[in-house]
């Protein structure tokens, strides 16, 4: 048997939606499972970028009736479908764990117990699994420690310390394998996921693997949606003639990589079986702090607008975490492929000309966070 259905829940969002272009052009026959949530989808209807050679079913995928006969017409689900916002999981605890953790138990509890086809599993994991990202400390060699308290934030002592000694400690790329801890709510949904899907995977042999994005950016990102990722946020703040906020004093280290590249190694764990039953980091490789993130985004758009460094935490924020791509490069010949400037270009090419346009609700997010006593105030 070969994959020729490809199911792909949250299919009209941002990742779901270009992997649907990419699998469309190669051929694959591909339905799509979305119930347009209000806040990734303010019209309320399917986006304009929707694939017309794909087939479109809106329903909840916590919601059998409609998910099941899906999956038994696909021989690969990818499960996308869910919420993804760090700072709204601390307060809709609800929301978060019932999408997220129970839509992922609905389709292993229908893999189980039908005569499905399926021959890969796809589900969307994060880099959140890890909390903070791999350091070494210059006495202890690699340590992984966990969320840095309330006081060392209102210290402004930005830097992570070592568990053992309590020195400094370096930032390096995190591998699969560092010691997983999680410190939010959308973070622990996203673990359960992947331990979920992975063990019933293992244990009844169906392929299945875990990407574990790390900060994914490009065309189609919500730049309205306050909860999305930081360079949207930033930018839909910067076309609306705002500064960017930066917290703490920017010197945050990520990993940014090109939605292109994702899709690129999501279509290589589909068709290949070298990374079956892992997690994967999907990342670019390349370590850039975020306030060059923001710095880059204003230059390229030709603005003269400062960001807003804060000098302030939030106190589910990590310091560092930038990937190890090594597993999916040996696993199966991934090699990103775009420049952070030739990604950051096509962003703001789009955003400029975005039908949904940006607007701008960072600073409603910003109160509610203040509301629930996440930022900390020193
Ligand atoms: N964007 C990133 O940098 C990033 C990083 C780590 C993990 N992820 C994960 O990747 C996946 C896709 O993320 P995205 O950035 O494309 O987000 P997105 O919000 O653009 O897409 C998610 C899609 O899921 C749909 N959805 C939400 N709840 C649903 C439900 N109950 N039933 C059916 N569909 C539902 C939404 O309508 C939306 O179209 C998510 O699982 C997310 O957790 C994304
Ligand atoms: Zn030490």
Redo the contacts with the bound molecule.
């Keep these: 048997m070969s994959i020729r259905d490809v199911l792909v ?2 299919g ?5 939606s270009h992997l649907v272009d990419s699998l469309v052009s190669r051929g694959y026959q591909v339905t799509v ?5 209000p806040q ?2 303010r019209s309320g209807t399917w986006p304009s970028y929707a694939n017309p050679k794909a087939q479109y079913v809106r329903g ?3 919601d059998r009736a409609v998910f099941e006969p899906l999956v038994l017409a696909s021989q690969a689900v990818v499960h ?5 916002s760090v700072g709204q999981s601390m307060y809709q605890v609800d929301r978060y764990v019932d ?1 997220n953790t129970r ?1 992922t138990a609905l389709l292993l509890d229908i893999l189980v117990n039908t005569k499905h086809k399926v021959e890969k599993v796809l589900v ?1 994991s ?2 959140g699994v890890y909390g903070e990202g791999a350091y070494t400390c210059r006495t202890h060699g690699p340590v992984a420690p966990t969320i840095r308290g309330e006081q060392q934030l209102a210290a402004r002592d930005w830097e992570q310390r070592c568990p053992s000694c309590g020195e400094h400690v370096q930032s390096i790329p995190t591998p699969e394998d560092k010691a997983l801890y999680r410190d939010n709510i959308y973070s622990m949904t ?1 673990y359960h996921q992947e331990e979920m899907v992975l063990l019933i995977g293992k244990t009844y042999g169906i392929p299945a693997v875990a990407p574990r ?1 790390f ?2 950016y490009g065309p189609r990102q ?1 730049l309205s949606n306050p909860y999305a ?1 930081v360079a949207a946020i930033w930018l839909s703040r910067l076309l609306n003639g705002k500064q960017p906020v930066v917290f703490e004093d920017g010197g945050q280290l990520r990993d940014f990589v090109s939605i292109h590249d994702v899709v690129d190694c999501l279509v290589l764990m589909l068709e290949k079986p070298g990374a079956d039953y892992l997690p994967v980091n999907v990342g670019s490789g390349q370590t850039v702090t975020i306030l060059e993130i923001a710095q880059l985004l204003a230059r390229l758009l030709g603005s003269a607008i400062e960001p807003q460094v804060t000098q302030t935490g939030r106190k589910f924020d990590i310091r560092h975490n930038t990937a190890d791509i090594t597993c999916a490069r040996q696993t199966l010949g991934f090699e990103p492929k775009v420049t952070l400037e030739q990604g950051f270009t096509e962003l703001i090419e789009w955003a400029r000309n975005s039908p949904d346009g940006a607007v701008d609700f960072f600073d409603k997010a910003l109160d509610e966070l203040k509301q629930k006593g996440l930022l900390v105030q020193n």
């Design positions: 829940t949250g009209a969002g941002y990742i779901g499972l979305d119930n347009l949530e990734v989808h909840d995928v916590r996308f479908g869910a919420a993804v999408v839509g969307a994060s880099i996203k994005f900060n994914v919500s990722g």
